[in-house]
């Protein structure tokens, strides 16, 4: 053999060992590296958390997120869990837990060798330690990882005592909906408390926690009851379990039940989380919601919803603001729940932000812009067809009852929501000026250029967000006074405000969209929109009845309510006078229950003159009728105008007022003034008042008071004034009620 060959040889059997020896000692050094020891407080670990609690402006909890890495805010001590809880964890995933030192060598060999075998994997050999430690350092699922991980239990276990890391193992388990601990699992599955739940439950518990997913009790209640009851008979082997709790749970039924808060705002506790940091360092924050107002609009939502469903009617939403403090006191969005495990792509939309096609909720900005460039209520506009050429057609404008009027003026052109007089305004106003002074009110969703709307703004053709019309009509109702919408009770600093119109011009709009003359062409003198409290309301309705809109403002409040379909599909012929109408009417109710209401502001400033309303006579010609408008000071001379004396009006009582008979004040004391204004001008000689109640005469005064004492129930009140024989004044029957 020569020396080549020899040295070969030798190098053969030298080099294997040394390879090996290397390839032992990257192995060392790799886990040395790769590994992270666990010394600390288990504890500690999640009392890292950050977890900011929002609350309503009373302090109660308006939503949790469970988008934490650690449980932060239901962790249990050991001895709070039910002992049988724990028995179950340890059978199911670590049987020698409380023997072995981290890692249990037996169940380690065994799932090796069974997984060889099988040439798949089919059993894990991880001991409650192992999951811990998985749970702590997240890494990819691989060989490598487990490798790695295995040490590091030895190393959990020598610092750690078995208690605390039991304890940290069932309060940070992760399961379903990013929830992490069987006191926050209980909850989502069952809604009730952990000592709560039977057997049954908690070995559900049990086997989630092995697979969130796989064994779903909502997805797959089937494929975990199986796995349910294989456990309890392993823990019937144990004896863990008698005989009758084993048939008990064999044959015995869970109910799930979805938690609930105490408040819903889930959609508002997002916003408020993307607008302040300070949730993500874990500060408390205490917003102006009104938790008691939040959770009546949605059962008033709600219950509107399910008598819309036949009309195809699936999503709504109302903001409720305080216009005097601009605090925003309801953020409710409904519909779209997710049923039965099946994910809806609309449940998680929040509708109050979502932008959408406004129609003709938009009009009261365009009339309040042409009075300030000095058209007055009585000015008076064409309503009569109109057309544009649109490629090689032509497009013919309606009104909503396809009726045109001939010659209205502003005040019902706005009142009655006509599409005509509108398009006729703003070629007044201009598109773009009035598109600046939208951007003006905050409505950045109108972000496109002024040629790309048209005149088709002035009946909504652009998409807005209904806090966008919430936050501008607060404007309307704040003598014209633009002020971002706040939500942070605890932040009282002053804020940007910006004139946008004129107290005058604003509080001209409120006192038309307040008339129910000034609606009664389209809506009818008994329209659901004239509110027993003065209330400014405007309804709109998008194209194909996509969206339905109605917005309104009182002496202090501003509420919108938006319905129809987030998924963008029509609705069956729901406008909204018939569709939010009637829940906004619910929510003024619920604001002024028991407050002293007030009418809408006026501006002291405004011209009260008497004008011309020209009205059909007999044989085709016209009669003029006189009746009282309002004029920002220097436009009256504008309008064709007659000196009349302030009108005589019935004050007291208001129609639709509510009062309380007290059963603790005398018969004979509990009185209440009935009142007639504008006599004193109006009679030159003796007047006759005759006060009607219920059909019957009650008294005949010779000025306009009365002092009637109350009775309960329901009432009518019907006055004429007389000077001699001629009627001077007849008012319709106002009703009220004494409860």
Known sequence: MDFLSRLKRIGVRRIGPMVLLLGCGGLIVATWLDVTPITGSLRQIAGQAEYAEITDRTGAPLGVSYQNRWNSFDYLPLHSMPEFLLQAFVASEDRRFHSHRGVDWRALGGAFWQNLRSLSRVRGGSTIS???????????????????????????????????????????????????????????YFDRDLSTLTKKEMLALVVLARAPSAYDLYRHPERAESAIRALARKLREQELLTEKELSRIEQGRMELARPKLPVEAAHFVGHVRKLDSRSERGLPLRTTLDGNLQRRTQEI?????????????????????????????????????????????????????????????????????????????????????????????????????????????????????????????????????????????????????????????????????????????????????????????????????????????????????????????????????????????????????????????????????????????????????????????????????????????????????????????????????????????????????????????????????????????????????????????NCVAACAVSWYLNGQLLAVTPDGNYRWPVQRGKHELRVEVRQGEEMLFASRDVPFWVK
């Not at 030895?154 to 193992?169: A, C, N, V």
């Open 130 to 188: 192992g999951q811990v430690v998985r749970i702590i350092h997240e890494r990819p699922r691989n060989l490598w990882s487990k490798w790695v991980e295995l040490w590091e239990s030895l190393s959990l276990e020598r610092h750690t005592g078995k208690q605390e890391i039991l304890e940290f193992y069932c309060n940070e388990i992760p399961y379903a909906a990013n929830r992490r601990g069987v006191s926050q699992a209980a909850s989502y």
């Open 301 to 681: 939502l709600g219950q509107r919803l399910k008598r819309l469903a036949r009309l195809r009617v699936h999503n709504a939403a109302a903001l409720i603001a305080d216009h005097r403090t601009a605090e925003i006191l309801g953020w409710v969005v409904v519909g779209g729940e997710e049923a039965a495990g099946i994910p809806n792509p609309t449940h998680k939309i929040d509708a109050v932000t979502v932008p959408r096609q406004p129609g003709s909720a938009l009009k009261p900005f365009l009339y309040a812009l042409a009075l300030e460039k000095g058209w007055t209520p009585a000015t008076i506009v064409e309503d009569t067809p109109m057309a544009e050429t649109i490629g090689s057609g032509l497009h013919e404008f309606k009104n909503y009852s396809r009726t045109h009027y001939g010659k209205v003026s502003l005040r019902e052109a706005l009142g009655n929501s006509l599409n005509i007089p509108a398009l006729r305004t703003i070629g007044f106003t201009g598109v773009e000026e009035y598109l600046n002074l939208l951007h003006r009110l905050g409505f950045a969703s109108l972000n496109r250029d002024a040629a790309i709307y048209n005149d088709g703004l002035a009946l909504g053709n652009g998409e807005v967000s209904l806090y966008e019309m919430v936050q501008a009509f607060a404007a309307l109702a704040h003598q014209g006074e633009f002020r971002p919408l706040r939500w942070n009770r605890d932040d009282q600093a002053p804020r940007d405000t910006q004139r946008v119109y004129s107290p005058e011009a604003a509080s001209l709009i409120g006192n038309i969209l307040s008339d129910p003359w000034a609606r009664r062409l389209e809506f009818g003198y008994g329209s659901v929109l004239n509110l027993p409290v003065q209330t400014a309301v405007k309804t709109g309705t998008s194209t194909d009845y996509r969206d339905a809109w109605t917005l309104g403002f009182d002496s202090r409040y501003v509420v919108g309510v938006w319905m129809g379909n987030l998924d963008r599909s029509p609705m069956d012929g729901v406008t909204g006078a018939i569709g939010p109408a009637l829940a906004l009417r619910s929510i003024f109710a619920e604001l002024q229950r028991d407050k002293q209401t007030q009418p809408l502001y006026l501006s002291p400033r405004l011209v009260r003159k008497g004008i011309c309303q020209e009205t059909e006579g007999e044989g085709g010609g016209t009669n003029c009728r006189t009746r009282t408008e309002y004029f920002i000071p220097g436009s009256e001379n504008d309008a064709e105008t007659l000196a009349i004396e302030p009108p005589i009006v019935l004050a007291r009582p208001t129609p639709g007022l509510q009062m309380a008979y007290d059963p603790r004040v005398p018969a004979g004391y509990q009185i209440f003034p009935f009142r007639i204004e504008g006599l004193n001008v």
